[in-house]
């Protein structure tokens, strides 16, 4: 089982449309979850970032993270065809440096 | 905001040559700097953690010859790929992280093509 599992997608919705991305994880010393966002051929930027259990709120973005269940989401509301872009959640602990991401799931929010 | 540079972001090379790819955080101290790998439609592939002043820690299965990394100063690490061959080409991307922050910023990233 990989430590992160991510659905690549890809995830095609009308503008407007709320937006539902999920990561399941395995390792249960994750406590730094972080969601990015990568367009073509650049360098992914910081969207979200949590520290432990719960939901936090950027504007349109929402994060939840579900350490019980070893799931987190991002929910994207009013999406915009500017927010097509690959998705990637990312997450670290239990003391170690390293960030381990997931697959990416690919958006393409159609005008 | 945190800042990094990458450069170049492209380039294009022969086998058998030498490549070297630099990595800045432009506006603040990066403690600790990573080198990942991402092939097409692929996640990003940690190759090695750089701490400034001290040798680079390589993941399992990176070649530490053939991807030396240097962490010269504390907003500079550059990545050389050495004897370039066509498997080598991918998109390399830098990400930094100063003292106290659990979050990574991230370069463009740079995309070698070994001819």
């Known amino acids: 089982q990989k430590e992160v599992e991510q659905d690549p997608g890809p995830l095609s919705v009308p503008e407007g449309a709320i937006v539902s991305l999920n990561c399941t994880y395995s390792?249960?010393?994750?406590?730094?979850f972080m969601w990015y966002r990568q367009y073509s051929r650049k360098g992914p930027e910081l969207l979200m970032y949590?520290?432990?259990?719960g939901n936090k709120e950027d504007g349109r973005f929402t994060a939840q993270v579900d350490k019980s269940s070893k799931y987190i989401s991002l929910f994207i509301r009013d999406s915009q065809p500017s927010d097509s872009a690959t998705y990637l959640c990312a997450m670290r602990g239990g003391g170690s440096e390293k960030l381990v991401f997931g697959k990416g799931t690919k958006l393409t929010v159609n005008p | 905001g945190a800042v990094v540079s990458q450069h170049p972001s492209w380039v294009i090379c022969k086998s058998g040559t030498s490549v070297k790819i630099e990595c800045r955080s432009l506006d603040f101290q990066a403690t600790t700097m990573f080198w990942y790998r991402q092939f097409p439609k692929q996640s990003l592939m940690l190759m090695a953690t750089?701490?400034?002043?001290?040798?680079?820690?390589?993941e399992q299965g990176v070649e530490k010859d053939k991807f030396l990394i240097n962490h010269a100063s504390l907003t500079l690490s550059t990545l050389t790929v050495t004897s370039a061959h066509p498997e080598d080409s991918s998109f390399y991307i830098c990400s930094a992280r100063r003292a106290g922050a659990n979050v990574l910023t991230f370069g463009a990233g740079s995309r070698l093509t070994v001819l």
């Open positions: 750089s701490n400034e002043g001290s040798k680079a820690t390589y």
């Open positions: 390792n249960s010393a994750f406590q730094y």
């Open positions: 949590t520290y432990s259990s």
